[in-house]
């Protein structure tokens, strides 16, 4: 939390910075639950601390000490995401550049607990769903064309053509909520047909903690298909 003297030096009083961190905290939560989990930008918390304060070092603050109470009071801990993108500078190509800062919340229960009583059992389809793309995705090194992608995903049933399907809705427009989401990046490259769009795994699914459940769910999953093939 800021001390008196941090908040002397910015001008600020304990009572403005107490109304900031507040604000911020409703804004996060009602993005969180109303936003469709697609992560906060920094740049949309830091517009709505500066729109009637302009020190610089005020955003930092405010939103380290917002992380601390959500953590403390709510049970969510606050996880920074770094968007990356490929370098302009040709002679950099292999090398990439933080484009954006934002933030999503994750519940601090234990996951059975989450599981019992905070989960939300009429969204599962669309967890399923994100599971078994990024799968895709990961299995294929880690990016597919889009139409690879589609042909995998219709041999689940799943058609890009599909508007009305029964769980999903427009079914192009569920896969674009995974590019909002930040769980997938999606890139038009040149290939040697014309433009192609290219699927990637993207900073959600990349962070640490969700990386290393996606791999373990898929070893088991195929530890069980092997032992299954073995039985017959």
Excluded at 12 to 33: G, N, P, Q, W
Excluded at 92 to 119: F, H, M, N, R, W
Excluded at 150 to 177: A, V
């Amino acid at each position: 939390m800021a001390s008196y003297e941090d908040l002397s030096q910015i001008n600020v009083s304990k009572e403005e910075k107490d109304k900031l961190v507040a604000e911020v905290i409703r804004y996060v939560l009602f993005r969180t639950h109303h936003g469709n989990g697609c992560p906060i930008k920094r740049e949309e918390l830091t517009q709505l601390i500066t729109k009637s304060y302009h020190q610089r070092s005020l955003p930092t603050i405010i939103i380290n000490e917002a992380r601390e109470k959500l953590s403390i009071i709510f049970g969510y801990e606050v996880k920074e995401l770094q968007r990356t993108r490929a370098s302009s500078n040709r002679r950099a190509s292999q090398q990439s550049v933080v484009d954006t800062k934002s933030y999503i919340l994750e519940s601090k229960l234990p996951s059975g607990i989450y599981k019992k009583y905070v989960e939300d059992k009429g969204a599962s389809h669309i967890s399923g769903f994100t599971f078994v793309v990024i799968s895709i995705v990961h299995l294929a090194g880690g990016k597919i064309p889009e139409e690879n992608l589609w042909h995998h995903l219709r041999r689940m049933g799943f058609s890009e053509s599909d508007e009305n399907h029964p769980l999903f809705g427009n079914s192009k427009q569920t896969l674009e909520l995974l590019v909002q989401q930040r769980y997938l990046q999606k890139e038009k490259t040149n290939g040697p047909e014309g433009n192609v769009f290219i699927y990637e795994l993207a900073e959600r699914t990349l962070e640490g903690s969700v990386y290393e459940k996606l791999k373990d769910s898929i070893v088991e999953i195929v530890s069980k298909d092997a032992t299954a093939a073995e039985a017959d």
